[in-house]
């Protein structure tokens, strides 16, 4: 099974790298981006029989491990369950 | 309009963060993960008509500042248009 872990500064935090990511792309002429902020996502690959049961475990290691709770958020997705092995 | 970036280290390239959060994780008694490569996430809001063409400066971006071409991959999603307020 292959998951996505998404680990993200909280709203109210601020971005000291997206602004200065921001700034960079404004210097170099991309005037059109408003706000920018940089995350982490881990891409995960599982033994693992339920979709449920890993998002369970996934979400356990996010508040354990992955993810620090008082600055970041964090979002478990389930990227494929393992039983379609041809699609992309 | 809004936008995600994802950029990886390419797949032959070694990430020694990834290995270091599998093995702390191993650790904690998450033996189901067999494989852990972390990579960044840009989330952006752009000021952009046409989702083709904001694409289109995305991936100009990417190769120009965000991704290094020598060792990482990218990838511009188009979360949302900007058109339809009222989904998730």
């Known amino acids: 099974m292959r998951a996505r872990v998404f680990v993200r500064l909280k709203r ?3 971005d000291p790298q997206g602004t200065a990511v921001k700034r ?5 002429g991309y005037q059109e981006v408003r706000e920018l902020r940089v995350g982490k ?12 049961q890993a998002r369970g475990r996934l979400e356990e290691m996010c508040r354990r491990l992955l993810a620090n709770p008082v600055t ?6 389930i990227v494929d369950e ?3 092995p041809n699609l992309p």
């Open 12 to 14: 109210g935090i601020l």
């Open 72 to 77: 970041e958020d964090f979002q478990v997705e």
């Open 24 to 28: 960079a792309l404004e210097g170099l």
């Open 41 to 52: 996502v881990l891409e995960l690959e599982l033994e693992a029989a339920e979709p449920v």
């Open 82 to 84: 393992g039983r379609r």
